[in-house]
């Protein structure tokens, strides 16, 4: 047989060094381990067995009585009778959600980050006016919260990138999603692709050296619907800033360049190249680039704007998908007169990338020219055709590509006479000298990705005419930027052709397609059929409690009654007449005898038999002593031991005996009307106007702790008390709860404006109600350091306040202050 051990430290009990230690809670443990467990509140320990929260005396271990039933089972004791101890009854938890999951735990780590508060960012007006799509522009306010990547302390203009639609949202459904569930909605329903691009876009703008512009995270729009990407402040004048610096250079019409135009041509291209090979280090690629992909950063040098990178990212692939939207051939004229068209509007797209555009099985190029990989090599392409454009001009080449025609039947052949003429015009510029940068500058132009050189090689060439090689510190790193390999080339990604296809459903004027995608949203994000909701119509005046017992819905009202609901279809069944005051609370009691028990304001307490037929007489009933301090009773708990516990107006709580009414002890301690009570985990809690919470051994009655004493004063009375597993939740007058894990707290938040007079709890789903006249809808996600509070939306009504609620299963049933109950439910 297997001897009896402490379930601390698993040694064997001994009588000696290992005594056994009964505590109220009915377990034992060895006296060393006791005394060694941690106290969170003086004289109090939680059982290592069953974790709850015992009296612990002041003289030690010692003063616990021994186990002589589990020194009996020692090897010391030679007896072989065994003693089956009773298992003691753990309350079982429901494992469903009343509302779905919409993304995992992971997820909702990994992104919610990301999502700027919905007031962080304003829109001031619309950029551009010359065709071209541009980005909106705004201000993003200050940001202190320290769970954001990039912290805002004063205001900054920034400019929005339009990403993709929010979740529809329709004023006849029922459940609205919150801000921060409708942007990781809409994240959670891209596909896997889409968001590790969206990822490493948003990482590469928090460390990058100041060579790629700052990205502050995303934001929803909820004026049009859709979700943009916060960036940094884009300075449109760069463009014309870097043409005028060429143009009083006037380096484009001068034969040769002087040692001077070389330095300031090289300090430039320096900047555009260091901030290429930034890019490159963060694992992306542009594709294609113009001068409007760059701007200058907060400190003045160079960067990347993904913004500009973006938005002229979606004019390329518009120009090219107009090329070759209905042909199955792409002739070779057809393919010079695309990339005229390109560079018309500055945009210098390198041959692989534009075959991979206009790449499909059945497109098959008359040159005969095979698709080539897309690497990182494709921006150095477009990187010297940009330098080209400052150093000669677009006409060196716009017209050369454009006089393309069907006599050019080998377009490799013709590809190679312009590089050669590229070449010749290289060799005015720069004279007999400089043959290692004008060659770099050839090469960088080869069809063949795997021939041009790395960005790297082009950047010490220019650095070598501002500083020498020997004091180069560049030149020994041409190893470790070689090994950056580009995992993503944003013009081939998917955030660029995103906001087509979602403008393009948006923009459908019939009434009947937008009505569909909503329905179709609303369920997709509900997992199971569209939420629907029924009136109960039976009180005359507020309701007060809510419980589910005995295959009933049983609800309190100030009417003086307690009416039965049916389960199945909603009507209403009996109604439980005998109070003489408002009915102010009550519970369902499952013993042997299925019980209603409910309180009144003149300290009545009414016993109720659930046995058919139902009664309307009460099985039996008592009254709390009076005086003239009283208010009534104003909350009711049972704690599954023949106890009933009540709170009122005179500060304390009341243990009665439910089989014969007998007062068995009263707890004092609150110093106001107690307004709430709870049993969970084997403690009974309760909640005062005096804004703390106590905590009572169910055993013998005594106080074991006070939580929330600190800040009693701060956020009002403490109204509703709700748990789960080792979870506590208070609700306050201020519309805050406080949320205590193994009665430590862990989290204050405001939920509602205005007192929260009712919540209820399933699973990790916390549904509050109040003043305000919304159902908010929390979930409680919780690691061994803190617990989140995540917003998943809410219920907005146009009825009075909310008094009561409780989900069971997949319904939510909400009581008001106009006398009706509600119910919510899945239609089928």
Not at 24 to 35: D, K, Q, R, T, W
Not at 481 to 488: G, K, L, Q, S
Not at 778 to 785: A, D, G, K, T
Request: hydrophobic share 40%; glycine share 8%.
């Amino acid at each position: 047989m297997e001897f009896p051990e402490c379930p601390v430290c698993l040694q064997t009990y001994d009588g000696e060094t290992t005594v056994p230690r009964v505590l109220s809670c009915g377990h034992s443990a060895c006296g060393s381990c006791l005394e060694n467990l941690p106290q969170r509140f003086p004289e109090t320990i939680r059982c290592p067995a069953c974790n709850v929260l015992v009296k612990f005396p002041s003289q030690g271990a010692s003063a616990l009585p021994k186990n002589i039933d589990l020194l009996r089972l020692c090897p010391e004791q030679n007896a072989d009778e065994q003693i089956s101890e009773k298992s003691v009854k753990q309350p079982i938890y429901q494992t469903y959600d009343l509302f779905p999951r919409l993304w995992s735990d992971d997820f909702y780590r990994a992104w919610k980050h990301w999502v700027l508060p919905q007031d962080a960012v304003s829109i001031d007006q619309r950029g551009g006016d010359d065709g071209v799509e541009r980005s909106l522009h705004g201000r993003i306010g200050p940001v202190s919260d320290s769970s954001f990547p990039i912290k805002v302390g004063v205001d900054r203009t920034v400019s929005l990138v339009r990403i993709v639609s929010l979740p529809c949202s329709n004023s006849d459904c029922l459940f609205k999603f919150s801000y921060t569930s409708m942007v990781l909605k809409c994240l959670s329903e891209l596909k896997d692709g889409e968001r590790n691009e969206l990822g490493l876009i948003l990482g590469a703008g928090i460390v990058n050296g100041g060579r790629v512009c700052r990205i502050y995270g995303l934001w929803g729009n909820v004026e049009d619907g859709f979700l943009y990407l916060v960036c940094g402040r884009r300075n449109e004048n760069f463009v014309e800033m870097i043409n005028n610096w060429i143009k009083k250079l006037d380096i484009r019409n001068k034969v040769g360049l002087n040692q001077d135009d070389l330095l300031s041509f090289a300090m430039i291209t320096t900047e555009l190249c260091e901030a290429i090979i930034v890019m490159h280090s963060l694992r992306l690629s542009t594709g294609f680039l113009s001068l409007s992909c760059f701007s200058l950063g907060e400190f003045g040098s160079v960067c990347v704007d993904i913004n500009g990178v973006l938005v002229m990212g979606r004019t390329v692939r518009e120009t090219v998908v107009e090329a070759v939207s209905t042909r199955s051939k792409l002739h070779t004229n057809e393919l010079g007169i695309l990339i005229s068209n390109l560079i018309k509007k500055e945009v210098f797209v390198p041959p692989e990338v534009l075959l991979k555009l206009l790449h499909k099985e059945d497109v098959l190029l008359e040159c005969g020219t095979t698709l080539c990989s897309v690497g990182n090599k494709c921006d150095i392409w477009s990187l010297v055709l940009i330098l080209l454009s400052l150093l000669l001009g677009k006409d060196c080449f716009e017209v050369t590509l454009g006089s393309l025609d069907e006599s050019h039947s080998d377009c490799s052949a013709f590809y190679g006479s312009w590089v050669e003429k590229v070449s010749s015009c290289l060799d005015m510029k720069f004279g007999s000298g400089y043959a290692s940068l004008k060659q770099a500058l050839c090469r960088s132009l080869d069809f063949d990705p795997e021939n041009r050189p790395p960005v790297v090689e082009l950047l010490r060439c220019f650095r070598e005419l501002i500083v020498s090689s020997e004091l180069d510190a560049l030149a020994s790193s041409k190893l470790l930027v070689n090994e950056y390999v580009a995992d993503h080339c944003l013009v081939l990604g998917d955030l660029i052709r995103l906001p087509d296809e979602w403008i393009e459903t948006r923009r459908d004027d019939t009434d009947q397609i937008t009505e569909e995608k909503i329905t179709k949203d609303f369920v997709h994000g509900l997992s199971v059929g569209m939420v629907k909701s029924r009136d109960m119509l039976g009180h005359r005046d507020s309701v007060t409690g809510l419980v589910v017992g005995g295959g009933y819905l049983f609800s309190s009202s100030y009417d003086k009654t307690v009416q039965a609901w049916s389960l199945q279809d909603f009507s209403h069944v009996h109604t439980f007449i005998g109070h003489e005051h408002r009915v102010t609370d009550l519970v369902y009691i499952d013993e042997e005898q299925p019980l209603c028990v409910s309180a009144d304001v003149g300290g009545g307490i009414y016993v109720w038999s659930i046995d058919l037929p139902l009664k309307q007489d009460p099985l039996k009933k008592w009254y709390e002593e009076k005086d003239w301090r009283y208010s009534g009773i104003h909350a009711l708990a049972y704690s599954g031991n023949g106890y009933l516990y009540t709170g009122g107006g005179d500060k304390s709580v009341k243990a009665w005996s439910l089989k014969d009414g007998t007062l068995l002890g009263t707890m004092h301690g609150h110093k106001s009307a107690v307004s709430a009570l709870l049993v969970s985990n084997g403690i009974l809690y309760s909640g005062s106007w005096d804004g703390t919470v106590r905590l009572w051994s169910l055993a013998n009655q005594s106080q074991l702790a006070v939580l929330g004493e600190e800040s009693s004063g701060s956020l009002g009375s403490v109204l509703c008390l709700a748990a789960n597993m080792d979870m506590l939740v208070a609700t306050h007058e201020n519309g805050s709860i406080k949320v205590w894990r193994n009665d430590v707290l862990m989290k204050t938040m405001k939920l509602h404006d205005g007192a929260i007079f009712a919540a209820s709890m399933l699973g990790k789903q916390l549904v509050t109600g109040g003043w305000d006249k919304a159902v908010n809808v929390q979930e409680l996600f919780s690691n061994e350091l803190e617990i989140d509070c995540r917003h998943l939306g809410s219920i907005p009504t146009n009825s009075t306040i909310i008094t009561a609620l409780l989900c069971w299963q997949d319904r939510l049933y909400v009581g008001y202050g106009d006398r009706y109950i509600k119910v919510y439910y899945y239609g089928k």
